[in-house]
């Protein structure tokens, strides 16, 4: 099936400082892609939809400036947190779909877990 | 609104049969998935289903009812690393997955 590479996988950074967070496509060309937000022992929780060469879609209560998305290719998607807080510390995990393709099914990369001190 | 149900943890014996049922209630339908995931990892997709039907891989079904709005995981043969968080997800009609809270499944020896 289709790869999709995120990347880092693990990062600790200091309470107010910002960190960005890649997701690539590897062998397909993706429009669409996905951020999701999964606090322990929970679900996903969607946080936006990352448009290529528009502005991301936003969920409901999620803070746009704080959580910006640039999605600058058809191959990569950017989720930079601003001002970390420890509340942000998560795992945040990337999918996307090869709709040129058809397919319905999301590949997912492999997350990353964010620590915020 | 929109609504996926899973029950929360379910327990299994090694070499036994295990059944993870989800019941959905969106706004279209545009097909099911399930997925694994272990802990601290990414979701793997295990299964799709979009009409009604019992589709089979290895030791591990899934199975539709569109007009319960219910689905069901079926895993056989249950082995120690099949111990993980199973998560069923319904595509709507603006084809965005709703996903369930997942089922915590625990083998036993």
């Known amino acids: 099936g289709a790869v999709v590479s995120q990347h880092p996988s693990r990062v600790i950074c200091k309470s107010g400082t910002s960190v960005k967070i890649e997701c690539r496509s590897l062998?397909?060309?993706?429009?669409?892609m996905f951020w999701y937000r999964q606090f322990p022992k929970k679900s996903l929780m969607l946080m936006a939809t990352?448009?290529?060469?528009?502005?991301?879609?936003?969920e409901q209560g999620v803070e746009k400036d704080k959580f910006l998305i640039n999605h600058a290719s058809l191959t990569l998607s950017t989720l930079t947190v601003t001002s970390a807080h420890p509340e942000d510390s998560s795992f945040y995990i990337c999918?996307?779909?090869?709709?040129?393709?058809?397919?319905?099914?999301?590949?997912f990369g492999q997350g990353t877990r964010l620590t915020v001190v | 609104g929109q609504n996926i149900d899973q029950p929360t943890e379910m327990t299994a014996t090694e070499g036994a049969i295990v059944q993870i049922n989800c019941t959905y209630q969106?706004?279209?339908?545009?097909?099911l998935f399930w997925y694994q995931q272990h802990a601290g990892e990414a979701p793997t997709f295990l299964s799709y289903?979009?009409l009604d039907g019992l589709e089979e891989k290895g030791r591990f079904s899934s199975f539709l009812s569109r007009s319960k709005g219910y689905s069901y995981l079926l895993l056989k043969e249950l082995q120690m690393k099949d111990s993980a968080s199973y998560l069923c997800?319904?595509?709507?009609?603006?084809?965005?997955?709703?996903w369930g809270a997942g089922t915590k499944l625990i083998i036993k020896p």
């Open positions: 999918s996307a779909r090869d709709t040129d393709r058809g397919d319905t099914e999301a590949f």
């Open positions: 062998d397909f060309q993706a429009t669409t």
């Open positions: 990352s448009n290529e060469g528009s502005k991301a879609t936003y």
């Open positions: 969106t706004s279209g339908f545009n097909g």
């Open positions: 289903n979009v």
């Open positions: 997800a319904v595509m709507d009609s603006n084809y965005q997955l709703i």
